[in-house]
């Protein structure tokens, strides 16, 4: 299963954006996933998780600005991003653990897309 983020772009500092992670086929279920990012010079940075309950959690520098959601009928996982900071650019990856409709198990990452945020 291929995942692709869209979504990122440039915002100014207070600004919002919302990224998208799109499986490449049919799901029965997102089981969970996580967001990530990665900033020039700096290594991957955990960001969110939403877990098999719906439970999310958050690094502690984005909490109560990002909600990470999913819709389970569009194979999609979100990342809405409010209230952003020069600190939140970076490339935002998406991590899903998940199972397709043919009932195979998969874990994949996408490729990642910028997101760039100007004081």
């Known amino acids: 299963v291929q995942l692709v983020e869209s979504g990122g772009g440039l915002a100014q500092s207070g600004g919002s954006l919302n990224l998208s992670c799109v499986a490449s086929?049919?799901?029965?279920?997102?089981?969970?996933g996580d967001w990530y990012r990665q900033a020039p010079g700096k290594e991957r940075e955990w960001v969110a998780e939403i877990n098999a309950g719906g439970g999310t959690r958050y690094v502690g520098s984005v909490e109560g600005r990002f909600i990470i959601s999913r819709d389970n009928a569009k194979s999609t996982m979100y990342l809405q991003m409010n209230s952003l900071k020069p600190e939140d650019t970076a490339r935002y990856y998406c991590?899903?653990?998940?199972?397709?409709?043919?009932?195979?198990?998969?874990?994949?990452w996408g490729q990642g897309t910028q997101v760039t945020v100007a004081s």
């Open positions: 991590n899903v653990h998940g199972i397709t409709n043919k009932m195979k198990l998969f874990r994949s």
């Open positions: 086929e049919r799901l029965y279920e997102i089981t969970s």
